[in-house]
């Protein structure tokens, strides 16, 4: 059993360290053991306390009882041998005249019914009794008439009566010449008792079935007993020489005259045997009881005690059963509660990297759309910056020997009012005179266009910025207004809408600390959307609140300078605003309400990163449904500061 409990304790710690959690403590099941165990040893120790005590008292009381006989079978001794010593005290019996005792013995016999005779013996063997009267036969031999005749009252044991035949037992007392005690015994007085009346006393003696009592004399012959019976004339085998060792040990301790109770084998059984000895008597009388007529008496207690411990065994199992489930119950909730961790953990984990793939996904697209493009204007810009400077620095000197020339011309016609009529001809097919007067407006107007080209080239160099990869000090209305200049064919009239309004509200703002390129590309993405915006406020018209006769694009560009050093740049529209039920998508990388091909769904997620990553800012927006967009951007004037 306790193999079984501790290879489950075994097996529960075993599956503690799989989970590698903190064993729970073995203090549980140690306790129930240790508990267990002690209450088995305090159980164990007072049923045999208990057993003991009531085992005991039941031997007790069977020895009472035999005692209780021997007691009975003593006093009725003693008062025969009073009577028999108190009649041979008397001068009558002293006078040894038969004929005058004779009728106050047989009164005697009478009287008492304990003798069925009295004898008078005289020292020369003869003898007179009750019965016959004087006797022809001799009883010198009578070991109990030596005895007395010796001076001791005695009572002898069993032996035949010579004149009746009938098994009987003499208690025999001295006669002796006077009073005094100590003088010389002149015959003995004995009477008869029948072994029978002793026999029906010991027999009384009883404890349940099977019990039987039994008596040896001083020499262990059994001369009572259910089965032999000794006499002097038919003396049986003495106990003291049975066969078997434990009777014969019990004989020798009868015989010694010590008194108790006992267990010993008799008859190859187990078997009680309480033995007194007699005080009147050299005997002793032995009651033996079968065993179980005793230790019956324990069956409530042994009953009690089997309950007691095999609920104990009950209780200790169902405990055991108990732990280990409870056990097994916490070990599966840490398991269980540590899956379900590790799930989250990981679901959590995916997610997070699905959403920075999703980004570095947009960035990677972005940034080599933006990078290319950057390449492409800064080329662009490059080459057309050379041919431009080289006209735009020819067009004043052309502008001076022009001018030159004309004032040549002038003074011909001045001094030959009258050329020649091929000159003339010619001067009226060139219409000279309107020549002379367009040419130098026609070149400032080409200086004009040289100039707006170099213009231009700058503008494409602000918004490329390929040379500036970290921060820089910036003039924010320079990067709006150089973005604007690419959208300007966007946000003239088309068949689409009419032309859109761009109204600048620009505060005087320091210069901002920032990546200029990046932020050049929100500008443009916030404004594209803006445009878009608005010309689908003409496309689908029925979505506008407003008059849609009446009413204009207009893009309202308003910046300001915050009170905790951050600029702020509002891009209003007045487009078609963002549905409410769309509004949390928008910063979303590939979120798009517009068709394939035209929207991407990424410059409002990469917008969004540019401003609070790259420059701790902010990037909300206001819209309405058929009323427009504020996208409001802030960020701080430093990055130190921020
Ligand atoms: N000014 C605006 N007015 C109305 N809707 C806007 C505005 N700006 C952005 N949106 C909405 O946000 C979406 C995402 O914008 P964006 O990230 O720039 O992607 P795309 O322009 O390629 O669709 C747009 O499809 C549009 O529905
Ligand atoms: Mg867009």
Redesign the pocket.
């Known amino acids: 059993m306790f193999y079984l409990l501790f290879r489950d304790l075994f097996k529960v710690r075993q599956s503690q360290s799989t989970t590698k959690q903190q064993l729970p403590n073995l203090r549980t099941p140690l306790i129930l053991i240790s508990c267990t165990l002690a209450i088995g040893f305090v159980d164990i120790t007072s049923y045999f306390v208990v057993r003991k005590l009531i085992l005991q008292q039941l031997q007790e009381k069977a020895l009472l009882q035999v005692n209780q006989g021997t007691d009975e079978i003593d006093q009725w001794l003693a008062t025969c041998s009073t009577t028999i010593q108190t009649i041979a005290n008397t001068d009558l019996a002293r006078s040894l005249n038969w004929k005058l005792l004779e009728p106050l013995l047989n009164s005697e016999v009478k009287r008492t019914e304990d003798f069925f005779k009295i004898s008078l013996s005289l020292p020369d063997g003869s003898y007179y009794n009750t019965e016959v009267g004087k006797s022809n036969s001799s009883n010198n031999d009578r070991d109990f008439i030596q005895k007395a005749l010796a001076g001791e009252v005695n009572i002898s044991d069993p032996f035949i009566s010579r004149s009746t035949g009938i098994p009987s037992v003499a208690i025999a007392a001295p006669i002796r010449q006077s009073y005094n005690p100590s003088s010389r015994p002149i015959a003995v007085l004995n009477g008869s008792l029948k072994v029978d009346r002793i026999t029906q006393v010991v027999n009384k003696l009883h404890y349940g079935k099977g019990s039987y009592a039994f008596a040896l004399n001083s020499k262990g012959e059994p001369i009572i007993h259910p089965q032999v019976m000794s006499t002097q004339e038919k003396p049986a085998p003495s106990f003291l020489n049975s066969s078997d060792s434990s009777l014969a040990a019990l004989a020798r301790r009868m015989v010694n005259k010590e008194q108790r109770i006992e267990l010993i084998s008799i008859d190859g059984t187990h078997k009680y045997v309480a033995y007194v000895h007699l005080k009147q008597a050299n005997w002793s009388i032995a009651l033996v009881i079968p065993r179980e007529n005793i230790e019956s008496q324990l069956k409530a207690l042994n009953l009690l005690a089997s309950i007691l411990g095999g609920l104990l065994v009950v209780a200790f199992i169902i405990s055991w059963r108990q732990i280990q489930l409870s056990n097994k119950a916490k070990i599966q909730v840490v398991m269980l509660s540590q899956q379900q961790k590790t799930l989250q953990q990981q679901a959590q984990e995916l997610k997070q990297a699905f959403k920075e793939l999703q980004q570095t996904q947009a960035q990677l697209i972005q940034a080599e759309k933006m990078s290319s493009l950057s390449q492409l204007v800064a080329g662009v810009a490059h080459e057309i910056n050379n041919p431009v400077s080289f006209i735009y620095s020819n067009l004043t000197p052309a502008q001076e020997y022009i001018a030159d020339l004309l004032r040549v011309v002038q003074l011909y016609q001045h001094h030959y009012p009258e050329p020649v009529a091929e000159i003339q001809d010619e001067s009226e097919a060139i219409e000279l005179d309107f020549l002379i007067e367009d040419l130098p407006n026609l070149l400032t107007s080409m200086k004009a266009g040289a100039e707006r080209i170099k213009k231009i080239v700058l503008s494409l160099r602000n918004f490329s910025r390929l040379d500036e990869a970290e921060m820089k000090m910036v003039n924010i209305h320079e990067g709006i207004d150089s973005t604007l200049m690419f959208l300007e064919s966007r946000l003239k009239a088309t068949p689409n809408h009419p032309e859109i309004e761009v109204i600048k509200e620009y505060a005087v703002l320091p210069l901002v600390e920032c990546f200029a390129g990046e932020l050049n590309q929100v500008f443009i993405?916030l404004l594209t959307?803006?445009i878009?915006?608005i010309e689908e406020s003409f496309i689908h018209p029925q979505y506008l609140h407003s008059d849609p006769d009446n009413r204009k694009g207009e893009i309202r560009i308003k910046t300001e300078i915050a009170a905790d050093k951050q600029i702020i740049v509002r891009i209003i529209?007045n487009?078609?605003?963002?549905p409410e039920n769309?509004q949390k998508q928008?910063f979303n990388p590939f979120?798009?309400?517009?068709p394939v091909g035209k929207?991407?769904?990424?410059?409002?997620?990469i917008s969004y990163q540019i401003v609070t990553e790259k420059h701790q800012g902010k990037l909300q927006y206001n819209?309405t449904v058929g009323q427009g967009?504020e996208?409001v951007m802030t960020i701080p004037l430093s990055q130190q500061a921020a």
Do not use: E, H
């Not at 487009?575 to 963002?578: A, D, F, S």
């Not at 929207?599 to 997620?605: D, E, F, P, V």
């Open positions: 993405n959307n803006a878009d915006a529209d487009g078609v605003g963002i769309l928008v979120f798009t309400t517009k929207g991407t769904g990424l410059a409002l997620s819209s967009t996208f």
